[in-house]
């Protein structure tokens, strides 16, 4: 381990060779909110330089001060040693060879593929005028190139699916080969297989000579990627090193340290059957059977796509059922809606924060309060002061927003926060089936931790939870027991915690060994 220094890196590096990016000394404000303050970041060029932080460390902002989308309050900003602090325009970065990527994603929804990946430097003719008819076969190369086979240039943005979308901005970026490529949670929304592929690319674009600059939440990726880790803590630089494990890294984001990474499984689920499957065929689904009982933590692994979205949106009647019958409690019921599945006391966390639970406007409460409305209404009224213990309560158990006003909109909150606020609705419910669909994902790791905990609490409550995570390091270490699907049936029934990753992803891949 060799810590490089814990000085801020813009001094550290002052006189060395040039520094692809150097910010020093800015700060930057929303409001009453202090995003940045005297922020320092330096990379260099040829290397992949991790940003790690909490929810709301200050990660995204920085990166939009570097790539020109917003201006520093105070500060100085310098790409390849040219000072660019009054420049706040994304264009002019771009002509100095700095491409990012958003965690909003930023393709234009009604155009298609092609238009987006050509938008700025569309095939031209002899004449100089752009040439439509290029358009297809021109993006149809760019995505060849980067071995994209299963997107079609001539779909229309709004109808991929968001891990679609995301490989589309990621090959608008990396096409242009940048000399800083600033990808802000490229993989939140990626497979483990695209995962593998654009870790490829960043590398190839590194061994280039370019500087490539990420931030995640999944330590994995940082440790398997990262030749440097930044770290912020509250708007500001806490530490560049070039290793750093896991535990350092958490006490440095957050301030405290954990003694393991998964919280002990102690309770026992109970005798009764919650939530009976037969024969359930729904989308991928071909015959699911499964048993879920109160207090249990019931883990669904398997590679991606095997039809575990299907599972959860069927049981929370928001996708249709070919055939197959689900009790609850005993009794056979129809599930034909959302509404039928939350009046039976179903709750569904989903992971996409944006599409599936969120009225951005609004505040943190009224977000929160939605879906307890009806319970605490008592003749028509809203009982604010219920409301706002209820609400609290919550907030500070995932310690939303860091102790903010409740009173502020969900807009304003970083991407993390934002999850909390969507998983913190549904928890105050009565809900007594929760299906928890991959809600760590964009999550920094304390609030993982804090999360696993309250699964624990809330399984030791009686309630029933069903579990997927696109981490199935998660699924082994929290659940009772683990489904693995494959091809839309459960293949295996591993007994919980399962402790080992690999014997689920073992599982999931076993009938491929065999052929
Ligand atoms: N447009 C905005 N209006 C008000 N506050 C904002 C705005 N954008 C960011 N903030 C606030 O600035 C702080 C830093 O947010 P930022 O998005 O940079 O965090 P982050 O480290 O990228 O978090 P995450 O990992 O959750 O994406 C947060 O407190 C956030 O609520």
């Known amino acids: 381990m060799t810590e490089t220094s814990s000085m801020a890196p813009a001094q550290q590096e002052s006189g060395s060779q040039t520094?692809?990016?150097?910010?020093?000394?800015?700060?930057?404000?929303?409001?009453?909110?202090?995003?940045?303050?005297?922020?320092?970041?330096?990379?260099?060029?040829?290397?992949?330089?991790?940003?790690?932080?909490?929810?709301?460390?200050?990660?995204?902002?920085?990166?939009?001060?570097?790539?020109?989308?917003?201006?520093?309050?105070?500060?100085?900003?310098?790409?390849?040693?040219?000072?660019?602090?009054r420049v706040v325009e994304p264009a002019a970065r771009r002509r100095m060879g700095v491409a990012t990527a958003f965690q909003e994603l930023s393709l234009l929804p009604d155009l298609t593929v092609a238009e987006n990946l050509l938008l700025e430097n569309p095939p031209r003719g002899?004449?100089?005028?752009?040439?439509?008819?290029?358009?297809?076969?021109?993006?149809?190369?760019?995505?060849?190139?980067?071995?994209?086979?299963?997107?079609?240039?001539?779909?229309t943005a709004a109808d991929l699916s968001v891990a679609q979308r995301q490989v589309v901005e990621l090959v608008r970026v990396l096409a242009g080969e940048p000399r800083v490529v600033i990808l802000d949670e490229p993989t939140a929304a990626l497979?483990?297989?695209?995962?593998?592929?654009?870790?490829?690319?960043?590398?190839?674009?590194?061994?280039?000579?370019?500087?490539?600059?990420?931030?995640?939440?999944?330590?994995?990726e940082i440790e398997a990627l990262a030749d440097r880790v930044t770290v912020f803590r509250n708007g500001t630089h806490v530490a560049t090193r070039d290793t750093l494990s896991e535990a350092e890294a958490v006490t440095l984001m957050s301030g405290r340290s954990f003694a393991g990474a998964y919280p002990e499984l102690t309770t026992v689920p109970q005798r009764e059957s919650a939530l009976r499957v037969k024969g359930l065929h729904s989308g991928r689904l071909h015959g699911v059977d499964l048993d879920l009982r109160r207090g249990?933590?019931?883990?669904?692994?398997?590679?991606?796509?095997?039809?575990?979205?299907?599972?959860?949106?069927?049981?929370?009647?928001?996708?249709?059922?070919?055939?197959?019958?689900?009790?609850?409690?005993?009794?056979a019921v129809a599930i034909r809606s959302t509404k039928d599945a939350i009046r039976a006391g179903i709750a569904y966390v989903p992971e996409d924060r944006k599409a599936e639970g969120l009225f951005l406007p609004l505040s943190i409460r009224d977000n929160i309060?939605?879906?307890?409305?009806?319970?605490?209404?008592?003749?028509?009224?809203?009982?604010?002061g219920a409301e706002r213990t209820a609400v609290g309560s919550i907030v500070d158990q995932l310690s939303i927003g860091k102790g903010r006003s409740t009173n502020r909109a969900v807009d304003t909150l970083s991407g993390g926060n934002q999850q909390k606020v969507v998983m913190a609705r549904w928890l105050l419910t009565d809900a007594r089936i929760l299906l928890l669909f991959d809600v760590t994902r964009g999550v920094d790791a304390a609030t993982k931790h804090d999360i696993y905990e309250l699964v624990g609490k809330l399984a030791a409550q009686g309630r029933a939870i069903l579990y997927y995570s696109s981490e199935t390091e998660e699924i082994a270490h929290l659940c009772h027991r683990v489904l693995v699907l494959r091809e839309g049936r459960v293949a295996a029934e591993l007994a919980g915690p399962v402790g080992d990753a690999e014997r689920i992803v073992a599982a999931s891949i076993k009938e491929n060994h065999d052929a």
């Open 369 to 384: 309060a939605a879906a307890t409305l009806s319970r605490r209404n008592t003749a028509g009224f809203v009982r604010r």
């Open 126 to 155: 002899r004449l100089g005028l752009v040439k439509r008819r290029g358009l297809g076969p021109a993006a149809e190369e760019i995505l060849g190139r980067y071995g994209v086979d299963d997107i079609d240039p001539r779909a």
């Open 296 to 331: 249990e933590i019931l883990g669904v692994g398997g590679l991606a796509g095997q039809g575990q979205r299907d599972l959860f949106l069927t049981l929370f009647g928001a996708q249709k059922a070919r055939q197959g019958t689900i009790t609850l409690d005993g009794k």
């Open 191 to 220: 497979a483990d297989r695209q995962v593998e592929w654009l870790a490829g690319h960043m590398r190839q674009l590194r061994d280039a000579g370019s500087c490539v600059i990420f931030t995640s939440h999944r330590w994995r």
């Open 19 to 85: 520094l692809a990016v150097r910010a020093s000394g800015v700060d930057r404000a929303f409001g009453g909110v202090q995003a940045l303050r005297d922020a320092s970041f330096a990379a260099r060029p040829g290397e992949i330089h991790a940003l790690a932080g909490e929810n709301g460390a200050g990660k995204s902002t920085l990166i939009k001060v570097l790539c020109g989308l917003i201006k520093a309050d105070r500060g100085t900003v310098e790409i390849f040693g040219t000072e660019v602090s």
